[in-house]
């Protein structure tokens, strides 16, 4: 089987200034995409010195013979959005795959957490992949094709303490690539999400041992599988650390169609409402899905 290339496709990568954004950047580099780095951020330099971290990984990238420009925006206006996007646009001509990825953390336990904490993490990563994904999915939309991953976390998709402004924004990530998921399919866009495990800045210290096995390039493949045309998936969601691929996803029990339909129904029926048998688990793939799933069960009852 031939290697996955990535030939005369564009890619927009937020927050590749460092950590996962800047393997991502490198590997679709490497593969032979042009790569817009978008970063507000600085980094130091051999001497120390400060400057902006997109800048230093487009260099990188254009030292091996890569293509790359620079973007330095936040994703979390509007306005931002629509000028990483343009700036692709001015850059390289067309827009093919968005990897959104930019992300900072505001961790406190949820009692003590304040409203700046709550905006500043929904507007980066809530927000800034909407307003980064909505300029970009109109355009492939038009042109027919697009690929687009969003990065969540399974501090949203099973929870982490400390962690509910980012946790509840990163839940969004993935209810916003099922729902991408169904507008894109029938106009060759596809949209899936990765929940991933890396020793970077946001996580160092708190890996321990484990921080060794997870560099951030463990995870740029499954990134680059995603961003690819030969991606067979959309809608899916995928836990990624160190090599190690699994796929997460939502279930629903097989369910009770209640007696009587009051609270104390629901307290005497909690144990049959909850009860998970992998093998019997729905798995809607759409609202449709879910209320025909619901249609058929009352139908069987009355
Ligand atoms: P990182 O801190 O190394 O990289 C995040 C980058 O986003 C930084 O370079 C930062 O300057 C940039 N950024 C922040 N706000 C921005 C904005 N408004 N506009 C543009 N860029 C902005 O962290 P890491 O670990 O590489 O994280 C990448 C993504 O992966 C984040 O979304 C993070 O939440 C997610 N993630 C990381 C995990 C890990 O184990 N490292 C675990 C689960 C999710």
Same mark, same amino acid.
């Given at each position: #089987?031939?290697?996955?290339?990535?030939?005369?496709?564009?890619?927009?990568?937020?927050?590749?200034?460092?950590?996962?954004?800047?393997?991502?950047?490198?590997?679709?580099? /490497?593969?032979?995409? +042009?790569?817009?780095?978008?970063?507000?951020?600085?980094?130091?330099?051999?001497?120390?010195?400060?400057?902006?971290?997109?800048?230093?990984?487009? @260099?990188?990238?254009?030292?091996?013979?890569?293509?790359?420009?620079?973007?330095? @925006?936040?994703?979390?206006?509007?306005?931002?959005?629509?000028?990483?996007? @343009?700036?692709?646009?001015?850059?390289?001509? /067309?827009?093919?795959?968005? =990897?959104?990825?930019?992300?900072?953390?505001?961790?406190?336990?949820?009692?003590? +957490?304040?409203?700046? #904490?709550?905006?500043?993490?929904?507007?980066?990563?809530?927000?800034?992949?909407?307003?980064?994904?909505?300029?970009?999915?109109?355009?492939?939309?038009?042109?027919?094709?697009?690929?687009?991953?969003?990065?969540?976390?399974?501090?949203?998709?099973?929870?982490?303490?400390?962690?509910?402004?980012?946790?509840?924004?990163?839940?969004?990530?993935?209810?916003?690539?099922? =729902?991408?998921?169904?507008?894109?399919?029938?106009?060759?866009?596809?949209?899936?999400?990765?929940?991933?495990?890396?020793?970077?800045? #946001?996580?160092?210290?708190?890996?321990?041992?484990?921080?060794?096995?997870?560099?951030?390039?463990?995870?740029?493949?499954?990134?680059?599988?995603?961003?690819?045309?030969?991606?067979?998936?959309?809608?899916?969601?995928?836990? &990624?650390?160190?090599?190690?691929?699994?796929?997460?996803? &939502?279930?629903?029990? &097989?369910?009770?169609?209640?007696?009587?339909?009051?609270?104390?129904?629901?307290?005497?029926?909690?144990? #049959?409402?909850?009860?998970?048998?992998?093998?019997?688990?729905?798995?809607?793939?759409?609202? @449709?899905?879910?209320?025909?799933?619901?249609?058929?069960?009352?139908?069987?009852?009355?």
């Amino acid at each position: #089987m031939s290697d996955l290339r990535f030939d005369g496709r564009v890619a927009i990568i937020t927050g590749a200034g460092g950590g996962l954004g800047r393997a991502h950047a490198l590997e679709l580099a /490497r593969r032979g995409a +042009m790569v817009l780095v978008n970063d507000i951020g600085q980094s130091p330099g051999p001497d120390g010195t400060l400057s902006s971290a997109a800048q230093r990984v487009v @260099d990188e990238i254009i030292a091996v013979g890569g293509q790359a420009a620079v973007n330095v @925006d936040s994703v979390s206006t509007p306005e931002g959005g629509l000028a990483i996007v @343009d700036a692709a646009l001015t850059a390289f001509g /067309r827009v093919d795959i968005l =990897v959104n990825n930019a992300g900072i953390l505001r961790d406190k336990a949820f009692h003590k +957490m304040d409203s700046a #904490m709550i905006d500043a993490v929904i507007d980066v990563h809530l927000k800034g992949a909407l307003y980064v994904t909505q300029p970009a999915f109109r355009l492939m939309r038009e042109q027919g094709y697009g690929r687009i991953v969003s990065t969540s976390s399974a501090s949203g998709l099973f929870g982490n303490f400390g962690q509910a402004n980012y946790g509840a924004a990163k839940a969004g990530l993935a209810g916003l690539t099922r =729902v991408l998921a169904l507008e894109g399919v029938g106009h060759g866009v596809c949209a899936n999400a990765i929940a991933p495990i890396a020793a970077t800045q #946001m996580t160092h210290g708190i890996l321990g041992d484990l921080a060794d096995k997870v560099s951030p390039d463990s995870v740029s493949p499954l990134v680059a599988y995603l961003a690819h045309e030969d991606c067979a998936v959309n809608g899916h969601v995928y836990s &990624v650390a160190g090599g190690r691929v699994a796929r997460i996803f &939502v279930a629903e029990t &097989v369910g009770v169609v209640l007696p009587q339909n009051t609270a104390e129904g629901v307290r005497d029926h909690l144990e #049959m409402i909850d009860q998970v048998d992998i093998l019997g688990c729905h798995q809607p793939s759409s609202l @449709d899905d879910e209320t025909t799933i619901i249609a058929k069960a009352l139908s069987e009852v009355s």
